[in-house]
């Protein structure tokens, strides 16, 4: 069993359509979550992150976290063609430097 | 504020030769990471450096590769011999000591044949 799970897409969505991301994972260490956007050829940015459960809005997106479930979200509102990436989470165990793990991301399309 | 920056952005190698990637972090982050994305898999951590120092190499899939970051500033990332399972996206990031933000380069598209 992966550490992370996450479903690869695609997604395909019209504009304007709420979007949500999911992904699971199986350590209940982690305590750190995080959502990276990534454009083709470019690298991983950093959209969000969280501590344990709740949720955290930040614009159009809202992340979720259920440690009970081991169940992380992430919802676009109002998405735009321009949010047409992949998305990936990815966790950490310590507030430290650890190194992240990921999921394998999902890419997701918006059509106009 | 320039971010973090990979060299070269893409190698193509054969089989049996050494190649070696560069990373040069945001100015001032003192944690540096290398990570590393095979073809159809999840990106994966390969190690992280303090400053100078190796924090945690856990990650790294053998001693095949070698990581330097002499005086904390840019690190390199050595692959010798290289084999054809080293083929990916070779991707670092950095941060600030202290902080959660992890920031990426663009990475560093690697093809051995």
């Known amino acids: 069993q992966k550490e992370v799970e996450q479903d690869p897409g695609p997604l395909s969505v019209p504009e304007g359509a709420i979007v949500s991301l999911n992904c699971t994972y199986s350590?209940?260490?982690?305590?750190?979550f995080m959502w990276y956007r990534q454009y083709s050829r470019k690298g991983p940015e950093l959209l969000m992150y969280?501590?344990s459960s709740g949720n955290k809005e930040d614009g159009r997106f809202t992340a979720q976290v259920d440690k009970s479930s081991k169940y992380i979200s992430l919802f676009i509102r109002d998405s735009q063609p321009s949010d047409s990436a992949t998305y990936l989470c990815?966790?950490?165990w310590g507030g430290g430097a650890d190194g992240l793990t990921f999921g394998k991301g999902t890419h997701l399309i918006i059509q106009p | 504020e320039a971010g973090v920056t990979q060299f070269p952005s893409h190698s193509v190698i054969e089989k049996g030769q050494t190649v070696t990637l560069r990373c040069d972090p945001i100015?001032?982050?003192?944690?540096l990471y290398w990570y590393r994305r095979v073809m159809g898999k999840e990106i994966k951590f390969l190690l992280h450096?303090?400053?100078?120092?190796?924090?945690?190499e856990s990650g790294m899939p053998n001693n095949r590769f070698l990581a330097e970051r002499t005086g904390g500033t840019y690190s390199t990332l050595k692959v010798q011999p290289a084999e054809l399972e080293d083929s990916g996206v070779y991707f670092c990031?950095?941060?600030?000591?202290?902080?959660?933000?992890?920031?990426f380069g663009p990475g560093t598209r690697l093809t051995v044949t």
């Open positions: 990031a950095s941060s600030q000591a202290g902080l959660l933000e992890q920031y």
């Open positions: 100015s001032g982050h003192d944690n």
């Open positions: 450096f303090v400053k100078e120092s190796k924090q945690d």
């Open positions: 350590n209940s260490a982690f305590q750190y």
């Open positions: 969280t501590y």
């Open positions: 990815a966790m950490r």
